[in-house]
């Protein structure tokens, strides 16, 4: 089955700990991206990747990192999670950024 | 600046009416659109699309009409049913260079479909 996998689905952290969320795709999609999705703000991408090793700022890059050192996988880094990066997070992936992007079920993230 | 705008946070119809789901752009450069449905706890599903070759694309009960003069487009369901109710995000592209080829997302609508 095509999907987007995240994990985790939900995760509770302490300011200044440093998390992992994962992203992985299973249809040779070139192009991966995270978004964050908060109240009255709508999706804003957070980073994107057009292929493996190239990786690039969206709109709210602050405090984030992304890797894509295979295809398949772009992890999402928060070296140091800050209570305004609760919110839930999705990551995407397509054939091309433009294109019709296939979504994960999400990571709900809250930093206390 | 928003590039992509939904100006309606939220819409209510009743069960069997057409619902209209509204959506503008400012970038003249956007020249592809898409439609994505979003339930609680999951993620965004992608629902229909539009090139700006055409003014109209039709799925089912779900059709999206482009005006590329005003710069809007608008997704119509007809007729409505309660599994409809979700939040729609508009998103528009531009299949050539400049922009990255990212999709650019409106914040959404939240539509109520009452039995």
């Known amino acids: 089955e095509a999907q987007v996998t995240q994990n985790p689905r939900y995760l509770i952290t302490v300011t200044g700990k440093k998390l992992t969320v994962t992203c992985s795709q299973n249809m040779n999609h070139e192009y991966m991206s995270w978004y964050r999705q908060d109240p009255g703000l709508g999706l804003r991408q957070i980073y994107y990747?057009?292929?493996?090793?190239v990786t690039d700022k969206g709109d709210v890059p602050e405090g984030y990192k992304v890797s894509r050192k295979e295809k398949r996988n772009f992890p999402l880094i928060l070296e140091s999670p800050s209570p305004n990066q609760t919110s839930l997070y999705f990551c995407?992936?397509?054939?091309w950024g433009g294109g019709e992007q296939y979504f994960g079920p999400g990571t709900r993230l809250t930093v206390t | 600046d928003q590039q992509v705008k939904q100006n309606s946070p939220s819409l209510s119809v009743q069960e069997g009416r057409i619902s209209i789901l509204n959506c503008d752009y400012t970038?003249?450069?956007?020249?592809?659109f898409l439609w994505y449905k979003k339930y609680p706890a999951e993620g965004p599903t992608f629902l229909i699309s539009?090139?700006?070759?055409?003014d109209k694309n039709e799925d089912g009960r779900f059709t999206v009409f482009l005006n590329k003069s005003a710069k809007h487009l608008s997704l119509h369901i007809v007729p409505s049913q309660p599994g409809d109710s979700a939040v729609y995000f508009c998103a528009a592209s531009a299949l050539g260079g400049g922009s990255q080829g990212n999709l650019i997302f409106g914040k959404g609508t939240k539509l109520s479909v009452k039995p």
């Open positions: 990747s057009m292929n493996v090793e």
């Open positions: 995407a992936s397509s054939f």
């Open positions: 970038n003249s450069m956007f020249d592809y």
């Open positions: 539009i090139s700006s070759i055409k």
